[in-house]
């Protein structure tokens, strides 16, 4: 018998492993608030590290609702809607598997900076992170779209761009 956290997750490691696609989820309300509130959790972690935590917890709700807004006005944009629930289901899915791998290496990174000490091994590691994560959301937004993987990807990198660059200006951390 398969364990019930184990079958709620592996959807989306095989998605960041790019086996899955978001239509290949269920379209599930409960699923949905489910990884909004994973993504959520996972982003104001990953926010306390450098912010203080009333200050991370508004970072990682925004981080949440910036996703949920870019999502859905791309899709609206292009007519397609109706594929709301699965696209930012796999999104948000995916984005709380890979923040919780961030937690450690942005920990590593912000310790070592904090210490004055070697740095390199975890910001090239978080930054292979995070370029496996822009292929993930270029993967789910490529299947959402009905288009180029190219065109995925750089869609992914724009919703990252306007992302950090709201939260940094509203959090900023100086480094």
């Known amino acids: 018998m398969d364990n019930p956290l184990l079958a709620i997750i592996r959807p989306f490691f095989e998605i960041c492993l790019l086996r899955l696609r978001p239509q290949d989820l269920p379209e599930s309300t409960p699923l949905l608030g489910l ?3 994973g993504q959520t959790l996972s982003s104001v972690v990953l926010s306390s590290i ?13 981080d949440t609702l910036l996703l949920a807004a870019m999502t859905m ?16 289901t796999a999104l948000a899915g995916t984005g709380t598997l890979i923040g919780m791998m961030a ?33 993930v959301a270029g ?37």
Not at 73 to 88: D, E, G, Y
Not at 107 to 125: K, Q, Y
Not at 149 to 170: D, P, S
């Open 35 to 37: 990884v909004l509130i």
């Open 139 to 175: 993967h789910i937004l490529r299947h959402a779209l009905s288009t180029a993987f190219i065109m995925g990807l750089v869609l992914a990198m724009v919703f990252y761009w306007i992302t950090i660059n709201i939260l940094n200006a509203i959090f900023p951390v100086t480094i």
């Open 73 to 88: 006005s791309v899709l609206h944009l292009q007519r397609l809607q109706n594929r709301l629930k699965q696209t930012l």
């Open 103 to 135: 937690i450690p290496l942005s920990s590593w990174l912000h310790s070592a900076n904090e210490a004055n000490g070697e740095t390199a091994v975890p910001a090239l590691l978080l930054l292979l992170l995070i370029g496996w994560s822009l292929t």
């Open 50 to 62: 450098a912010l203080p935590f009333w200050e991370a917890l508004l970072a990682g709700m925004l």
